[in-house]
T-cell receptor
């Protein structure tokens, strides 16, 4: 499976934008880029995914580099409830992987009031 | 409310006990998953079921026995566990097949082995 690299931790202030980077230099053409987050004492929660184009939804935006070797999850206005571990994951569309998720260590986001 | 319910939320058991973890999804999905999350380690995929058939066993010891009687229910039967099996066990569901479909997770069962 192609691997991703994320910073171990990041900090932000409440109501400011947060840019969470992810490097995936060995990404293949059939890999989707997924982001999940895990709040304390909860299971992971789907945030957003994309293939080539930038994506927006109610939770966040995903900016994908033109060569697809990196991406950035953007939280437009961080709140205290956004404090979580954020995971960047590549999911293969094809083969027999059945789209399984392979989690790394993720980025611990701390949001200060 | 994620649509995936796991019971019990907490379980303490001795090494010789037999217990089962239960997962139920109300999302109409046809794939279900068990993950293990140990302290200080990433989530590890254990089992995958597609349309009630097991399609992946990630080298999980036989003391963990999954069961998927239908697409909405998934069990993990536990027998003669070891202290290192203490962890958060997470269930997830999704539509089968493509890398586009997100997985929906329950909040897990926190398992402690005495």
């Amino acid at each position: 499976d192609a691997k991703t690299t994320q910073p171990n931790s990041m900090e932000s202030n409440e109501e400011e934008p947060v840019h969470l980077p992810c490097n995936h230099s060995t990404i293949s053409g059939t890999d989707y880029i997924h982001w999940y987050r895990q709040l304390p004492s909860q299971g992971p929660e789907y945030v957003i995914h994309g293939l080539t184009s930038n994506v927006n939804n109610r939770m966040a935006s995903l900016a994908i580099a033109e060569d697809r070797k990196s991406s950035t999850l953007i939280l437009h206005r961080a709140t205290l409830r956004d404090a979580a571990v954020y995971y960047c994951i590549l999911r293969d569309v094809g083969g027999t992987s059945y789209g399984k998720l392979t989690f790394g260590q993720g980025t611990i986001l701390t949001v200060h009031p | 409310e994620t649509g995936v319910t796991q019971t019990p939320r907490h379980l303490v058991m001795g090494m010789t006990n037999k217990k089962s973890l239960k997962c139920e999804q109300h999302l109409g999905h046809n794939a279900m998953y068990w993950y293990k999350q140990s302290a200080k380690k990433p989530l590890e995929l254990m089992f995958v079921y597609n349309f009630k058939e097991q399609t992946e066993n990630n080298s999980v010891p036989s003391r963990f026995s999954p069961e998927c009687p239908n697409s909405s229910h998934l069990f993990l039967h536990l027998h003669t566990l070891q202290p290192e099996d203490s962890a958060l066990y997470l269930c997830a569901s999704s539509q089968v097949g493509t890398g586009r479909q997100p997985q929906h997770f329950g909040d897990g069962t926190r398992l402690s082995i005495l």
